[in-house]
C-alpha cells in the first residue's frame, strides 16, 4: 500500500486542516515531514478546541498513530506544550530520532535578523524555523534523538554557543549558562523519550503491513525553499517530494496526491502576490474568509485565485486531485476575477517565472453567485459556480474533486 499525501498549491494556510481532519477517519497514520510550529489549524471537536501546530492532525482520531518525521524541525517546548492538550499519548504519537531541534536562540536569532532585514523582512513567524534548518544543514544541529544521552547533548551545546559566540553577541542574542541549559535538556529528555523512535522504520512497517499512511504538508507549494517565491518562503521542501528524504520514503511509495486550495488566494508575510487586490474587494475576502494567521495572529494579504500559480504547484507536486476550500466565502461578489496568464514587460507567458514580482497578472472576469454556503452536493451548486470550478479545471488542468462550502466538517462537496 502507497502513502498517500496532502499538500498545499499557495501559500499555505488553504485549509488544510479541514480535509486531513476529514480524512484522517479513514487513515491509521498520519504523518508530518517537514516544517514546524510556524505551521497551525485549530480543530474543533465535540465543542472542545485543539490547537496544532506540530502533532499530526490524526490525533484526534483515537484509532491512527500519529508521527512526526526527521524533516521536521521540533521546538521540544513547543511540542510538550501541544502534548499537554491530549491523554494517553503514549502508542499513539512517535517523533523522529533525526529530526532536529529548535531552541530558544533559534528565535532569538529569527527575531534579530528580522529585525535587521528591516523593510526587507521577511515577515517569518518568528519561531526560528530559519535558524534550525540554517544549523541542520551546516552540520551543526541538534538530533531529537540525542536526548537520550542529556549529559552528552548538554556538553554539546555549550561547545555550540562558545563556537558562535561572535554571531550572537553581534546580534545582541543572550547564550544561556550551563545550568540552565541542563535543566532544560532534562526536562525535554523526561517528557519526550518516550516518544521518540526510528519513525523510518515505523512508517516503512506500516506500509509493509498495508496500513493507510496520509502524509500532511505543512504551508504551501509557494513557500517551498527551491520552487517558492525566494526569498520570501520557509526552510523547508514543501513540496509533495519532500516526503521523500522528510520520512525516508521512495518517490514510487508515495501515491494518491491531494493538493489543497482556496477558491482565491492569501498570502502572511512579504513577497510578491500579483494576485493580491489592495482595494475593497481584498477586504472583503479578508472578513468573508476571517483571513488571519492562526499561528500569530497577522492580517493576510488576499486576493483573487491565481491560477497560473496553481498549474505550476500542480505539476510540481503530481497533483492527483485538488480540493477547493472556502468557496462560500466568495458569496455575493458580483463580478469574480480569475488570473489565467501573467504579462511580463508587455509579454504574455503563462508559467511562474524565477522572479514573480514583476509579473502583470491577466485576469478574466466572471459572473458571482449569492451562496452556496452548506451546499453538500454539486448538482445543487448555482449554474456560476459551477462555471467558475470549471474555469479552474480548464486552466490548471487538474479535476477538483473536494468542494468546501463552511467550515464543518460535512459540508463537504464530493465528485
Ligand atoms: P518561517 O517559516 O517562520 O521562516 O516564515 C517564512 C515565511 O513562511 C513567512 O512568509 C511566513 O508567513 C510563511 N509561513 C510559515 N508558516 C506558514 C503557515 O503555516 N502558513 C502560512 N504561511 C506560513
Known amino acids: ?141 541538534f538530533r531529537i534523538g540525542e536526548l537520550l544521552d542529556p549529559k552528552v547533548l548538554v556538553a554539546k551545546m555549550m561547545d555550540y554557543y562558545e563556537e558562535h559566540r561572535p554571531l550572537f553577541e553581534a546580534l545582541g542574542v543572550a547564550i544561556p549558562t550551563h545550568e540552565q541549559v541542563a535543566v532544560e535538556i532534562e526536562g525535554y529528555a523526561r517528557a519526550l523519550a518516550p516518544f521518540i523512535a526510528d519513525t523510518t522504520q515505523i512508517v516503512w512497517n506500516a506500509i509493509d503491513r498495508d496500513k493507510r499512511v496520509l502524509l500532511e504538508g505543512a504551508q504551501g507549494t509557494l513557500l517551498d525553499i527551491d520552487h517558492g517565491t525566494y526569498p520570501f518562503v520557509t526552510s523547508s521542501t514543501t513540496i509533495a517530494g519532500g516526503a521523500c528524504s522528510g520520512v525516508g520514503l521512495a518517490p514510487k511509495e508515495i501515491g494518491k496526491v491531494i493538493g489543497i486550495a482556496k477558491a482565491y488566494t492569501t498570502r502572511v508575510g512579504n513577497g510578491p502576490f500579483p494576485t493580491e487586490d489592495h ?3 481584498g477586504e472583503r475576502i479578508r472578513k468573508a474568509g476571517a483571513e488571519f494567521g492562526t499561528t500569530t495572529g497577522r492580517p493576510r494579504r488576499c486576493g483573487w485565485f491565481d491560477a497560473v500559480a496553481m498549474r505550476y504547484a500542480c505539476r510540481l507536486n503530481g497533483t492527483d486531485d485538488v480540493a477547493l476550500m472556502k468557496l462560500d466565502c466568495l458569496d455575493g461578489f458580483e463580478r469574480i476575477k480569475v ?57 490548471v488542468g487538474v479535476r477538483v474533486r473536494l468542494i468546501s462550502t463552511s467550515p464543518d466538517r460535512l459540508d463537504t462537496i464530493k465528485r
Open 1 to 141: 500500500m502507497r502513502a498517500d499525501l496532502i499538500v498545499g498549491l499557495q501559500w499555505g494556510d488553504e485549509g488544510k486542516g479541514k480535509i486531513v481532519d476529514l480524512l484522517a477517519q479513514e487513515f491509521d497514520y498520519v504523518v508530518r515531514y517537514q516544517g514546524g510550529h510556524n505551521a497551525g489549524h485549530t480543530i474543533v471537536l465535540d465543542g472542545k478546541k485543539y490547537a496544532l501546530h506540530l502533532i499530526p492532525s490524526g490525533i484526534l482520531n483515537p484509532k491512527a498513530i500519529n508521527v512526526i518525521g526527521n524533516g521536521v524541525v521540533v521546538s521540544p517546548a513547543a511540542l510538550i506544550k501541544e502534548m499537554a492538550q491530549f491523554e494517553n499519548l503514549q502508542g499513539r504519537l512517535y517523533v523522529s530520532d533525526k529530526a532536529h531541534m529548535i531552541f530558544e536562540h533559534h528565535a532569538a536569532i529569527d527575531a534579530a535578523k528580522e529585525a535587521r532585514r528591516g523593510k526587507n523582512a521577511i515577515g517569518t513567524t518568528g519561531r526560528g524555523i530559519g535558524p534550525s534548518y540554517a544549523d541542520k544543514v551546516a552540520r551543526a544541529g
Open 279 to 281: 482595494g475593497e474587494d
Open 339 to 395: 488570473c489565467v496568464a501573467y504579462e511580463v514587460d508587455g509579454k504574455r507567458i503563462d508559467y511562474v517565472p524565477a522572479d514573480l514580482s514583476r509579473v502583470v497578472p491577466v485576469y478574466e472576469e466572471m459572473p458571482g453567485w449569492k451562496s452556496v454556503v452548506g451546499i453538500r452536493h454539486y448538482d445543487q451548486l448555482p449554474e456560476t459556480a459551477k462555471q467558475y470550478i470549471q474555469k479552474i479545471e480548464d486552466v
